[in-house]
Nanobody, 119 residues
Framework: QVQLVESGGGLVQAGGSLKLSCAAS????????MGWYRQAPGKQRELVAS???????NYADSVKGRSTISRDNAKNTVYLQMNSLKPEDTAVYYC?????????????WGQGTQVTVSS
């Protein structure tokens, strides 16, 4: 099992910045990719950014150029630095971890952290 705990959400004005953190514990050696998803009220959960254990990254078009995902493998922690925030970035942000295929390609989720961007 893998446990994920997010932190860093909050209320920020448009144009501001936030840095989210997600610390993994448990069977962290099984993890391959980690990432961030978000879900706004009435909308489906969507990928924000992801990063593999090798450091390859992927971003949603809506955040590309404004956000940076990074990973500290020694601390089993993934970060999401978000800049130039917009009201449409308001959502609950969830940390995600996916295990290596040899460990069943399982997905784990954090409890979510609220990000609210005021106009």
């Amino acid at each position: 099992q893998v446990q994920l705990v997010e932190s860093g959400g909050g209320l920020v004005q448009a144009g501001g910045s936030l840095k989210l953190s997600c610390a993994a514990s448990g069977r962290t050696f099984t993890i391959n990719a980690m990432g961030w998803y978000r879900q706004a009220p009435g909308k489906q959960r969507e990928l924000v950014a992801s990063i593999t254990s090798g450091g390859s990254t992927n971003y949603a078009d809506s955040v590309k150029g404004r956000s940076t995902i990074s990973r500290d493998n020694a601390k089993n922690t993934v970060y999401l630095q978000m800049n130039s925030l917009k009201p449409e970035d308001t959502a609950v942000y969830y940390c995600n971890a996916v295990t290596k295929p040899s460990y069943g390609f399982r997905a784990y989720w954090g409890q979510g952290t609220q990000v609210t961007v005021s106009s």
